[in-house]
């Protein structure tokens, strides 16, 4: 088996050039944490740094020493050294009004603010989330107050979704759909479905059959209010993309030794190179080790069996147990790597040991930056 | 079907959730074994479009079809189900308008796409209706087709609003034919046929996921079902061992004895350098045991049934999975 290379990632948070780091990866693999600590490293190495969450875990926040993130970013108090950090927590509702409050007048922006569709799609789109990061995040570049901004992606159903969100999102409103939906609005009644191949009667009947025509109403404002706003959504999802393109951007893809995590890590590898973003490298969080490897598994098992056999050293033969399993797991563990590794051999990698604790202080997140960091 | 002694006789819709990287898809797999054994007939429904389900069992991607995907102990199929919300509507259409054209041309022009992805609230009714008319379905002679359906349900953050279906569209449709089939979704989701199951791992954030979950759905008037805790790994070692590992006050020697006794001196003073390494693995171990067991007794305070599932070694494969099931069986649980 080939040795990966080593995932430096204290030259990559060391670099001036670097301006942002994506953490991304499957959900429950140790993203956000591993974003807040790498913040934290960088802080304390000099930079002054940002971390942009998108999940609402209370103890990361407890962690950093805020009761509460919000859309705001507060500042982490007890950092070490020259550099600074701040901290947020995405509020996709928040971020999303404020975008229409920016770009439209007032009234407008009321008409759109009290829709329903807009209620939906601004708290509940499983893409507007994703979206919102990614405007939160243009929008924190765009202030320059940091040289460094670390954000972890959306806990969703797959790591890829963060990627193919702002495209769907910006598809709907630029879409068909839309431009259907409009044309009563636009020429001023039925008399647009004239312009229409018979199909559209269809579709109008059907979809006044499916939703009710209060919904279909609702929808139609929602659609040209929002529309004369924005123009071009698409316009602005290739604007975030582009920037997530350009170099100073480092992709952190975080997995667990799990082999559903390493399968959508390998995706998701596939998938930034197809889309031409800059991969950092892999973090495999919560590798176990054993410090008593020189003992090999079987020997370890073959030993207590025949401790247990003659009835001697109950202690021992248990331990022993213990440890041919924990070495059993490493071996998984490790073969699991090993799909990925074969499949990606250039792509480097960094090892996570898995810790006896949870992280619940600064020192904490010290700790597995320092983990982070060791080769 | 003679009714089984299990701790949720009467539930046939067991839905299940639990963070991510917590195993909900094998434990829901694993479940549905168990409650098919015997000689029953069970739906295993998957809702995400991952398809988690063909992973477990090894098998070719499922299509929006139910077919027979396992044989249970003692006889008994499992039948699995993508369910692919596009589908689904179209689906819906056929079914309750009979637009089959219509219905295509909606797809056509992104209706469909709308419906599924960008109002979630109807992706969540198409999906959960379809489960219902699972669980509902009955075949000529008048019985139900399915003794009981196993849903592998979003992830537990979700869970809640992904059952709340009426509450999700009633801020889009008040009235007509969304709100009525919403209306009918949940009068089998909140009803005492369905339990809401949450797979936790002996870790803060999992347990305080499964706490805010359980607190979510009685908030809603949903079922809560039991904790399925997932990789529990025994400890051999007596309780006095643990808690002077711990502390770091655990004198090799003994061990040293042990494991030249045992052989493994790897000439001389080998057994001394392998009794302290193993001695700083009892150590972690220790740790992380008392860790689980504070996590253990913030699980106590949900009062509700809980299993208890092992470790697999080797990971999650199909004797696996029936070991599993077995667990699940011999817990009561099914």
Same mark, same amino acid.
Request: negative net charge.
């Given at each position: 088996m080939k040795k990966p290379p080593f995932l430096d990632l204290d030259a990559i948070i060391d670099d001036p050039d670097t301006r942002i780091v994506v953490c991304c990866g499957s959900g429950g693999v140790g993203k956000t944490t591993t974003a807040a600590a790498l913040g934290l490293r960088a802080a304390e190495r000099g930079r002054s740094a940002v971390v942009l969450t998108v999940d609402p875990a209370r103890r990361l926040a407890q962690s950093m020493g805020l009761t509460e993130l919000d859309n705001t970013p507060r500042p982490v108090m007890g950092v070490e050294g020259e550099g600074r950090l701040h901290a947020m927590m995405l509020d996709m509702k928040r971020t999303f009004d404020e975008i229409i409050e920016a770009h439209a007048d007032p009234e407008r922006a009321r008409q759109i603010l009290t829709n329903p569709f807009y209620q939906s799609l601004s708290s509940s789109f499983s893409g507007t989330q994703e979206y919102m990061a990614m405007e939160k995040l243009g929008q924190l570049r765009r202030s320059d107050e940091w040289d460094l901004i670390i954000v972890d992606t959306p806990p969703s159903r797959s790591a890829l979704d963060f990627l193919d969100a702002p495209e769907r999102l910006g598809r709907f409103l630029d879409g068909k759909l839309i431009r259907v939906l409009m044309l009563p609005a636009k020429a001023g009644g039925r008399s647009a479905f004239k312009l229409f191949n018979a199909g559209f009667g269809i579709v109008a009947g059907a979809l006044t059959k499916l939703l009710g025509a209060q919904v279909l109403k609702d929808l139609q404002t929602f659609v040209s209010a929002l529309d004369a706003v924005f123009g071009g959504f698409r316009a602005r999802a290739d604007q975030t993309y582009r #920037? #997530?393109?350009?170099?100073?951007? *480092? %992709? $952190?893809? $975080? *997995?667990?030794?799990?082999?559903? *995590?390493?399968? !959508? +890590?390998?995706? %998701?590898? !596939?998938? #930034? +190179? !197809? !889309?031409?973003?800059p991969l950092a490298g892999l973090v495999v969080n919560r590798v176990h080790r054993s410090p008593a490897s020189m003992l090999s598994g079987a020997r370890s098992t073959a030993a207590a069996e025949d401790l247990e056999s003659r009835g001697e050293h109950e202690l021992t033969s248990a331990v022993l147990r213990l440890h041919a399993g924990r070495m059993q797991l490493a071996a998984r563990e490790r073969r699991e790597e090993e799909h990925f590794i074969s499949a990606h051999p250039t792509v480097p990698v960094a090892r996570v040991p898995a810790m006896s604790q949870d992280v619940h202080d600064l020192e904490g997140l010290r700790e597995v930056g320092d983990l982070l960091a060791t080769r | 079907m003679r009714a089984r002694d299990t701790d949720w006789d009467g539930v046939r819709l067991h839905v299940v959730t639990g963070k991510g990287g917590t195993g909900k898809t094998t434990v829901a797999a694993a479940l549905a074994l168990a409650l098919a054994a015997g000689g029953r007939k069970v739906l295993l429904v998957e809702v995400e479009g991952r398809q988690g389900i063909s992973r477990v069992f090894d098998l070719p991607p499922l299509p929006y079809e139910e077919r027979k995907i396992a044989v249970a102990p003692g006889g008994g199929d499992v039948y699995a189900l993508a369910v692919d919300a596009e589908e689904a509507m179209l689906e819906y259409l056929e079914m309750f308008y009979g637009m089959r054209r219509a219905g295509r041309a909606l797809s056509k022009i992104g209706i469909v796409d709308f419906a599924t992805t960008i109002a979630p609230g109807f992706r969540d009714v198409l999906v959960t209706g379809k489960t219902s008319e699972a669980v509902r379905r009955k075949g000529k002679d008048g019985k139900r087709v399915y003794d009981a359906v196993v849903l592998d349900a979003p992830p537990t953050g979700r869970i809640a609003r992904f059952l709340n279906v009426t509450n999700e569209v009633a801020g889009l449709a008040r009235v007509g034919p969304i709100k009525n089939h919403a209306d009918l979704v949940n009068g089998v989701v909140s009803s005492p046929e369905t339990a809401v199951h949450f797979v936790t791992l002996l870790e803060e954030m999992p347990v305080q996921e499964t706490l805010d979950g359980l607190r979510e759905l009685r908030a809603a008037g949903l079922p809560p079902g039991g904790i399925f805790v997932n990789m529990v790994r025994e400890s051999l070692l007596p309780a006095s061992v643990l808690e002077a590992a711990a502390e770091d006050r655990l004198d090799p020697t003994e061990l040293v004895l042990g494991l030249k006794a045992a052989g493994l001196t790897d000439g001389g003073s080998g057994a001394v350098a392998v009794a302290e390494a193993l001695t700083e693995e009892i150590a972690e171990h220790a740790r992380r045991t008392e860790l689980e067991r504070h996590e253990r007794r913030a699980l106590d305070k949900a009062a509700r049934p809980r299993y208890d599932l092992p470790l697999l070694a080797d990971g999650v494969d199909l004797s696996g999975l029936y070991e599993l099931a077995e667990s699940i069986r011999t817990q009561g649980a099914a």
């Open positions: #920037l #997530l393109q350009a170099p100073g951007t *480092a %992709f $952190v893809v $975080v *997995a667990s030794p799990e082999r559903d *995590a390493m399968r !959508e +890590a390998s995706y %998701f590898v !596939e998938r #930034l +190179a !197809e !889309e031409r973003m | -």
